[in-house]
């Protein structure tokens, strides 16, 4: 299960890398094409890759610099499918301002064509 945990954050690093740089089009090359889910952002479902891409493009049009981590997270895992949850946080921060939004996530996997691709995201704010 170790090495699962490892290959899972290895892929949410480079989802937070792509993020840090607003590279979209990297982020969302690691979600599957029928991506479904809910955004802290709103309370509507999203059912595709560019629907998802508002969610982000909210977040990163919000401030100057936007940064977005993950923390303790734990996986499950029922034979191609993984289930990878964790605490996360954005933090926003324009010149001397800056935000903190703790919240939790979860990311199913499946492994399509020998890849682990996200194919639903929950995410919530704390409260």
Not at 48 to 71: D, G, N, Q
Not at 77 to 104: C, H, M
Not at 108 to 124: K, L, P, T
Request: charged fraction near 30%; glycine fraction near 4%.
């Amino acid at each position: 299960m170790r090495q699962l945990l490892d290959e899972l954050i290895e892929i949410e690093k480079k989802c937070s890398e792509a993020f840090n740089k607003k590279d979209l089009g990297i982020l969302l090359k690691h979600f599957s094409d029928e991506i479904s889910g809910f955004s802290s952002t709103a309370h509507d479902r999203f059912n595709s890759k560019s629907e998802l891409r508002k969610t982000f493009e909210y977040y990163l049009e919000e401030a100057e610099i936007v940064t977005y981590e993950i923390f303790d997270p734990s996986v499950s895992q029922f034979n191609d499918t993984a289930i990878l949850s964790f605490y996360w946080r954005v933090t926003l921060k324009t010149g001397s301002r800056r935000l903190e939004i703790p919240g939790r996530g979860t990311h199913v996997f499946h492994r399509i064509s020998g890849q682990w691709q996200i194919v639903h995201e929950h995410f919530s704010r704390a409260h």
